[in-house]
Every structure is written in C-alpha cells, then in structure tokens.
C-alpha cells in the first residue's frame, strides 16, 4: 500500500486554507495545515513532512522566517511559496537560498498540484541516484574531486525552478549541462529551446526570441511566434549570452523581469512561463565595469551561477577520459585495438587543453587515424601545444624515442636514414603522413640530412 505525500500548508488566509487543502486532499496528499510560522515549527518538530508550503507575507513571522529556520533544522525540506505580486522579489531571494519554486496568487489549483508532484519526482530520483558513470547525457563527468563536488550541485539547481548562469572555457560542455539541468528539472516533459546569441546577428535575434506580427517589417509576410514563447512552461537556454547588444539586454531584462513578451510590431504583450538557462566564456564581471553588460541583467540571469571547471583542473580524469574517446572512435572508424602509449598519456597529462573535452575529442579522432602499428604515439594527436620537452618513450626499441624533444628526435632519425622519410618513419613507428605533418610543422629540411650532403664537394 502506498503512503501518501505528507503536506505541510502555511498560510494567514484561512480561505487559501481550505481551498488548499480540499484540493491536495482529493489529489492523495496527506496534509497538515496551520495558519502561522509558530504552529508550522511545532508540526515539523512532531511530524514527519514531504514538502513545505508557506505564504511569504504572514504576521509575527513571515515564511522567509520560517524558511531561514528550516535551513538549518531541516536543510533537505523542499518549501514551495506562495506569493502576492509585491512579494515575489522575496521568493526569487528564497530560491537562491535553496527553495523549490514560488506560486503566483491567485494560483492555479492543478498547477500547483503538477508542481508538487513532479517536484517530490525529482527529488525520489535525486536521492535515489548515485554518482554518474563516466558519460551521462553527453556530459564527461570523470571521477575527479572537482566533477564530484560539481555533480550534486547541479541535481539540487535541476530541481529547483531558478534561472541559472553556467560558466566556463570554451569546449567544457556548458550546453550539455543546460541539457542535463532540463531533463533532470521539473520541465522535462516541456520544451527545450536552444538560442546561440552569439552566431546570430543582433537584427535577427530579436524577432528569433520574441518573434514578429505580419507586416511588421519587410518580408514579415505571416505572424511568427518567437524562440521565448516556443519555451513556455518548459526551458530556455541562451548560450554565449555575453555577445547580445545592449538593446538586445534591455528587452531580455524586461522579460526577466515580467516573464512577458511583445512580439516587434505588436502592441499586446503574452505572458511566458519559462525557465531561463544562459552560458558564456566570456568575463561579464569585466564587461560589466567596462559598460559592455548590463549589471542588472548580470544579477537576474544569475539566481543560482553553475562554473565547470576547465579540464587542466581535472587532469586525474584525462586517463579515463581518453581510454573512452579512443575505444568510441575505434568503434565508429570500424578499426582494430589501438594501445595509448605510456609516452602519449604523459603528454595528454601535459598537455594545457585550451579547447578542454572539445579540443581532446578531436586530437584522440584524429591521432587514432593517424597513428600506425595500432600504438597512439604523442606526434599522432595533432596538438600545436604539447611541449617539446616531453618526454618520448619507446615502445618499440628503435633507439629513437629517448627523452627529447619531438623535434630533435625526428631530427635523429632523418640523420639516421640519411635524409629517405619513409625509414625515418619506420624508425619512428609513425605513418609517412604523420612525418610529412611535422616535418612541415618543425621547418625541418630532410635534404639537410643527406648522405652526399654530410662531405663537402671539391672543387
């Protein structure tokens, strides 16, 4: 038999109430109701509660109050608000402190019902998860200290409903936690709409995000429902949000601040319910004091800021990072075992990774098809930046791969086969294209190296 959710409901309104709990009631829940924040501690103290729901505005002690205590009694108690339109500043506050979500009054009684239940979902599956294996909805977590402190962090802003600022270098996979903050999130069954804000000219982005009415500008030949209302009730992502114009951040202030919405040449304005993701590389604390970023735009896409850290900062997850990447491109270019060299992991270990998982995705596809004899040596990557002094260990006992650098080594083995590139790659045990990438690379001239150049002519 199962148990049903146990509902505490605080509020100063005895109307709101019975309406709440005649309506939780019929939906299965169990609830205890109390009109103030003192007869709420006194039920938590004696009862065992799923969920919290509590009015803001309330005498003697409002639910902000109520909530600051819960924090630290009951730090794991999801609390919903329930808010007047003048009191919703303090339920966006309550959210970055770690509340669910907030209800606008009057509200809608089966809303509020989907809410609950989804949010008790989310939170049966949070607890119930372990940390992630190595790949989970296309993100890299590893098994690093950085990506396990990451990871529970992000599960907790997925189920709550708070707008969220993702940070990060280029190539970390900051669209791919937008995704994995939606499919863990109260929204999953609704939208996901991607914008990039950054390869969309600025003419352009407007009727993308709010779209356009017929006739509102040549070419506007039909009505155009836009990007932000296409993400009502589910979730809006706006990647590399640092490069929209300031006009462009003056209309996204307003709709963040009213969830509404004018579509150009319109004169009525919708209303959106939608959550907002946004990501960017760049340092908006630095625009913002150069009048490049809005500071109030910064604050109201920022409620909750999610940074993943670079993969030079995770370096213990690049062993099995790589060993992954490697075995999913063999299996895609239908070729047999490779080995990564002991040479070749000390040089990813090495490596700065500018690009982070981006940038090594590519240098492992394209070292596997590069590499010869089924070893992935360090020349195989193609990485500009790996340092020369890195050490080159052999695997095959050619007397060519000592502790030098790629350079000097191939220099060794172009004077060891007298100048002839084919030998010097088999000294090498590399491809003739790979030789032929860095004798291009390194400006190495292989006539220099020549039998009959070694012995000046007479004259």
Same mark, same amino acid.
Request: proline share 4%; glycine share 6%.
């Given at each position: 038999?199962?148990i $049903?959710p146990r509902?505490?409901?605080?509020d @100063?309104d005895?109307n709101i109430?019975e309406?709440?709990d005649a309506r939780l *009631?019929?939906?299965?829940?169990?609830v205890?109701?109390t009109?103030d924040a003192?007869g709420?501690?006194?039920?938590?103290?004696n009862?065992s509660?799923?969920?919290?729901?509590t009015?803001i505005?309330m005498?003697?002690k409002?639910?902000m @109050?109520?909530f600051s205590e819960?924090q630290?009694t009951?730090?794991?108690l999801?609390v919903i608000?329930?808010?007047a339109?003048?009191t919703?500043?303090d339920?966006? @506050?309550a959210?970055?402190?770690? &509340?669910?979500?907030?209800?606008?009054?009057?509200f809608d009684?089966?809303?509020?019902v989907?809410t609950?239940?989804?949010?008790?979902?989310?939170?049966?599956?949070?607890?119930e998860?372990p940390?992630?294996?190595?790949?989970? %909805?296309?993100?890299?977590?590893g098994?690093?200290?950085?990506m396990?402190?990451?990871?529970?962090m992000?599960r907790?802003?997925?189920?709550?409903?708070?707008?969220?600022l993702?940070?990060g270098e280029?190539?970390?996979?900051?669209?791919?936690?937008a995704?994995?903050?939606h499919?863990?999130s109260?929204?999953k069954?609704?939208?996901?709409?991607v914008?990039d804000c950054?390869?969309t000219p600025a003419g352009i982005?407007?009727?993308?995000?709010?779209?356009?009415v017929?006739g509102a500008?040549?070419h506007a030949?039909?009505?155009k429902k836009?990007?932000i209302e296409?993400?009502d009730k589910g979730t809006l992502f706006l990647d590399?949000?640092?490069?929209v114009?300031p006009d462009?951040?003056?209309?996204?202030?307003?709709?963040l601040e009213?969830?509404k919405?004018r579509?150009?040449g319109?004169?009525?304005?919708?209303?959106?319910?939608?959550?907002?993701?946004?990501a960017?590389?760049?340092?908006?604390?630095?625009?913002i004091?150069?009048?490049?970023?809005?500071?109030d735009?910064?604050?109201?896409?920022k409620v909750?800021?999610?940074?993943?850290?670079?993969l030079k900062?995770?370096k213990e @997850?690049i062993?099995?990072l790589?060993?992954?990447f490697v075995?999913k491109?063999?299996k895609a270019? %239908?070729?047999g075992?490779?080995?990564? *060299?002991n040479?070749?992991?000390?040089?990813?270990k090495?490596?700065?990774w500018p690009?982070?998982i981006?940038e090594?995705?590519?240098?492992?596809?394209?070292?596997?098809?590069?590499?010869?004899n089924n070893?992935?040596q360090p020349?195989?990557l193609q990485?500009e930046n790996?340092r020369?002094?890195?050490t080159?260990?052999s695997?095959?006992? *050619?007397?060519f791969?000592i502790?030098?650098?790629?350079?000097?080594?191939i220099?060794r083995?172009?004077?060891?086969? !007298?100048?002839?590139?084919?030998t &010097?790659?088999d000294?090498l045990d590399?491809?003739?294209?790979?030789?032929?990438y !860095?004798i291009?690379k390194y400006?190495?001239? $292989?006539?220099?190296?020549k039998?009959?150049?070694?012995?000046?002519r !007479?004259?």
């Amino acid at each position: 038999m199962n148990i $049903p959710p146990r509902i505490l409901i605080v509020d @100063d309104d005895p109307n709101i109430l019975e309406v709440l709990d005649a309506r939780l *009631t019929a939906s299965n829940f169990k609830v205890f109701k109390t009109c103030d924040a003192i007869g709420a501690a006194h039920i938590l103290k004696n009862e065992s509660i799923d969920l919290l729901i509590t009015d803001i505005k309330m005498p003697v002690k409002s639910g902000m @109050d109520l909530f600051s205590e819960i924090q630290e009694t009951l730090p794991d108690l999801p609390v919903i608000f329930l808010t007047a339109y003048g009191t919703i500043p303090d339920a966006v @506050d309550a959210i970055k402190q770690g &509340a669910i979500d907030y209800i606008s009054k009057p509200f809608d009684g089966r809303m509020l019902v989907n809410t609950i239940n989804e949010t008790l979902e989310a939170i049966r599956i949070n607890f119930e998860k372990p940390y992630p294996t190595l790949i989970e %909805d296309d993100f890299y977590w590893g098994e690093s200290r950085a990506m396990k402190a990451l990871y529970p962090m992000v599960r907790k802003v997925a189920a709550s409903n708070a707008d969220v600022l993702i940070l990060g270098e280029s190539g970390v996979g900051k669209e791919c936690i937008a995704k994995f903050i939606h499919k863990n999130s109260l929204r999953k069954k609704h939208p996901y709409i991607v914008v990039d804000c950054g390869s969309t000219p600025a003419g352009i982005l407007e009727s993308e995000l709010f779209g356009h009415v017929k006739g509102a500008f040549t070419h506007a030949v039909k009505d155009k429902k836009g990007l932000i209302e296409a993400a009502d009730k589910g979730t809006l992502f706006l990647d590399e949000i640092g490069n929209v114009s300031p006009d462009m951040q003056s209309r996204l202030l307003r709709f963040l601040e009213g969830r509404k919405i004018r579509q150009v040449g319109s004169i009525k304005e919708k209303n959106v319910n939608c959550r907002v993701l946004s990501a960017t590389n760049a340092d908006i604390v630095a625009d913002i004091e150069t009048g490049l970023f809005r500071q109030d735009l910064y604050y109201r896409l920022k409620v909750i800021t999610v940074t993943i850290p670079p993969l030079k900062d995770r370096k213990e @997850d690049i062993h099995a990072l790589s060993t992954f990447f490697v075995n999913k491109y063999i299996k895609a270019n %239908d070729l047999g075992e490779i080995q990564i *060299t002991n040479a070749t992991l000390k040089a990813l270990k090495e490596h700065s990774w500018p690009g982070n998982i981006r940038e090594m995705k590519n240098a492992l596809e394209a070292g596997i098809i590069l590499c010869k004899n089924n070893k992935l040596q360090p020349w195989d990557l193609q990485l500009e930046n790996i340092r020369q002094t890195a050490t080159m260990v052999s695997e095959n006992d *050619t007397g060519f791969s000592i502790e030098a650098s790629e350079k000097n080594t191939i220099i060794r083995a172009l004077k060891k086969s !007298k100048g002839v590139q084919k030998t &010097a790659a088999d000294l090498l045990d590399i491809s003739k294209r790979a030789i032929h990438y !860095k004798i291009k690379k390194y400006h190495i001239e $292989p006539s220099d190296y020549k039998q009959n150049n070694s012995v000046k002519r !007479k004259r």
